[in-house]
């Protein structure tokens, strides 16, 4: 069964840093590339980046560009995203997901960590 556990989200003020993580089971997660999704309330779902298997690509939304960074660790069967400079807007909850950036609504997902960004 596939499993996918998202941690590290928080309250933080703008400017500040967190790094998410997304530990993986029940798929082979080496050969698998990764997403990183947000919604926030009362808008639709949106990519944010994807990883591929190897971790030699990454693909970004606009917006996060040069702020948050994606990488993998195949050993551990993990993704993280880095976020860097947080801003308002980010404020979310962030899933990831066991597919590329072409496919990854159709993927399984976590259940999900909060990020607020401000008060």
């Known amino acids: 069964e596939v499993e996918l556990v998202e941690s590290g989200g928080g309250l933080v003020q703008p400017g500040e840093s967190l790094t998410l993580s997304c530990r993986a089971s029940?798929?082979?997660?080496?050969?698998?590339?990764m997403t990183w999704a947000r919604q926030s309330p009362g808008k639709e779902i949106e990519w944010v980046s994807s990883i591929s298997t190897r971790g030699d690509e990454a693909q970004y939304l606009y917006s996060v560009k040069d702020r948050f960074i994606i990488s993998r660790d195949n050993d551990r069967n993990t993704v993280y995203l880095r976020l860097n400079n947080l801003r308002t807007e980010d404020t979310a909850t962030y899933y990831c997901?066991?597919?590329?950036?072409?496919?990854?609504?159709?993927?399984?997902r976590g259940q999900g960590t909060q990020v607020t960004v401000g008060s």
């Open positions: 997901y066991n597919h590329g950036k072409m496919y990854w609504k159709n993927a399984a």
């Open positions: 029940g798929f082979n997660f080496r050969y698998t590339s």
